[in-house]
């Protein structure tokens, strides 16, 4: 069973950028796409960034152009650089890697049912 540790949380001003690591131990997640989740006080969680073990990218429409998720299966890690920071990204980020299946669609990559295992999260708060 894979353990996921979520790290680079912090305050940022507006426009700022932060980088998140997710640290993998227990085994590789080579064959896995790793994914990127964040939850802000009162509303659902909601998707943000996936990485496929071909390292084809993913992004919620609030992350294209600001965001880049990376993967770097040598050291078991996986990356959300944040650039361009705004209040609205004040959430709880959380990352996940998916479960042994193979995607029918696209599309399922964007699902938090495609995942498995999950970390504890990091905080991240954007001020204005």
């Known amino acids: 069973q894979v353990q996921l540790v979520e790290s680079g949380g912090g305050l940022v001003q507006a426009g700022g950028s932060l980088r998140l690591s997710c640290a993998a131990s227990?085994?590789?997640?080579?064959?896995?796409?790793m994914g990127w989740f964040r939850q802000a006080p009162g509303k659902e969680r909601e998707f943000v960034a996936t990485i496929t073990s071909r390292a084809k990218a993913f992004y919620a429409d609030s992350a294209k152009g600001r965001f880049t998720i990376s993967r770097d299966n040598a050291k078991n890690t996986v990356y959300l650089q944040m650039n361009s920071l705004k209040p609205e990204d004040t959430a709880v980020y959380y990352c996940?890697?998916?479960?042994?299946?193979?995607?029918?669609?696209?599309?399922?990559?964007?699902?938090?049912?495609?995942?498995?295992?999950w970390g504890q999260g990091t905080q991240v708060t954007v001020s204005s």
């Open positions: 227990g085994r590789t997640f080579s064959g896995s796409a």
């Open positions: 996940a890697v998916s479960r042994s299946i193979t995607p029918y669609s696209d599309s399922i990559y964007y699902s938090e049912r495609l995942y498995g295992q």
